[in-house]
């Protein structure tokens, strides 16, 4: 699975963005169109010098979400199967937000496929 996140870039606080991360991948068959559904999806970030964080997650059927107490109600995580998407809406942006943003593909326990990152930087 290859994942491609875009839509960062620089943003004052208290503006927003909407990161999108598009997944290609193997299937088993032509006709297995479906193959995105089976796959758990993340958002999560890195700053300068700190750890890689957790941000945002949503289950394979969209049916359930979870987010990292620090966005709770400001961002916002959806997917759409029909295109192999997930998005992170991102509102009120404050400058603590500022990361690498990194999307990431979950199939069964752990995250196993990464995306290349997109740099979302917030002024104040």
């Known amino acids: 699975v290859q994942l491609q996140a875009s839509g960062g870039g620089l943003v004052q606080a208290g503006g927003s963005l909407r990161l999108s991360c598009a997944a290609s991948g193997r299937t088993f068959s032509r006709y297995d169109m479906d193959w995105f559904s089976r796959y758990d999806m993340g958002w999560f970030r890195q700053a300068p010098g700190k750890e890689r964080e957790f941000v945002a997650s949503m289950n394979r059927s969209g049916g359930s979400t979870s987010y990292a107490d620090s966005v709770k109600g400001r961002f916002t995580i959806s997917r759409d199967n029909a295109k192999n998407t997930v998005y992170l809406q991102m509102n009120s942006l404050r400058p603590e937000d500022t990361a690498v943003y990194y999307c990431?593909?979950?199939?069964?326990?752990?995250?196993?496929?990464w995306g290349q990152g997109t740099q979302v930087t917030v002024s104040s």
């Open positions: 990431a593909a979950k199939p069964y326990s752990t995250y196993n496929y």
